[in-house]
């Protein structure tokens, strides 16, 4: 396959790395019924190959930051792992898991399809107390779909314009939504959904050696006033996480904003990193950081790193 490349030096290294132009998600199933702010759908490739070098396959993925959790559904429903246990803190979120783990997915698909959209009906359905936890999850849905860049924090307005001037109609698209959420019926069963911190559940689970973690928490302290402009729970102690990875037994993946204070923690505990091309909400090309004990996997395939670069981290023995 041939790759479109552009040259960046990795921090501390000398050498140079080619690194390829980022994923096109629209190659990738969608199988979120969110469009979530900071969503890894544009990563699923590069989690495919990871997991898919683990001997033996493990039996578990936990996702301590799931969101939007198409990691976490990707996992299940290409039968990389036998069960997941998803993490949100977010409780308008969790609203709509809890929603399709309990069942309720098929009716949240039938009141979308019903639903008539206009900015008056959207304003009246979330000025509305919801009764139950289905009618919660259809709030976020409604509120995912129709407020600027599917951001749930306070202060987030619907969207003006979105695509093709058609404003809040632009993310509407009923017919895919319910779609994707009766399909969820199939892995639901498969899902241990969790309302709760993620670091909590992180030290739980760290003497499974059966489990492995994808982990992609909020921004860093570095970029908190993003933070809580996109989330409603963004603080974290980030020093902390770094300290729980390597008390895990099995292995980890994560995700992280670029930025030096991130690459200090990884430095100090000795975990490895790799930079990854990825477009923002303005289709503007940045690079995050993917943090592990140990990447020589990624070396492997040149269209992510080419093999000769040489990069900062200790490679942790099996």
Known sequence: MTTQRQTLLFPDVSEKIEIPKPVNVASVPQRSPFRYPGGKTWFVPTF????????????????????????????????????????????????????????????????????????????????????????????????????????????????????????????????????????????????DFRCDDGLKVLQEFANNSNAVYFIDPPYTAGGKKAGKRLYKHCELDHEHLFTLCETLKGDFLMTYDNAEEVKRMARSHGFQMRLIPMNNTHHATMEELVIGKDLSWMDKFPAVHEHKAKYLGRKTKK
């Open 48 to 191: 495919r190959r990871w997991i898919e070098q683990i001997y033996p396959k493990p039996d578990l993925l936990i996702e301590p930051f799931a969101g939007g959790g198409i990691i976490s559904l990707t996992a299940l429903f290409e039968n990389l792992v036998q069960k997941v246990i998803m993490v949100e803190l977010d409780e308008e979120i969790a609203a709509v898991w809890k929603s399709v783990v309990k069942g309720d997915a098929e009716w949240l698909a039938n009141r979308i399809l019903t639903f008539e959209l206009t900015r008056e009906s959207v304003i009246k359905e979330i000025g509305q107390v919801p009764k139950t936890q289905k009618e919660k999850a259809f709030q976020t849905i409604l509120k995912n779909r129709t407020l600027h860049g599917g951001i749930l924090a306070e202060g987030s307005g619907f969207l003006k314009y979105g695509e093709n001037g058609k404003g809040i109609h632009s993310r509407w698209y009923p017919a895919t939504i319910a779609k994707r959420l009766i399909s969820l019926n199939y892995v639901a069963n498969r899902i």
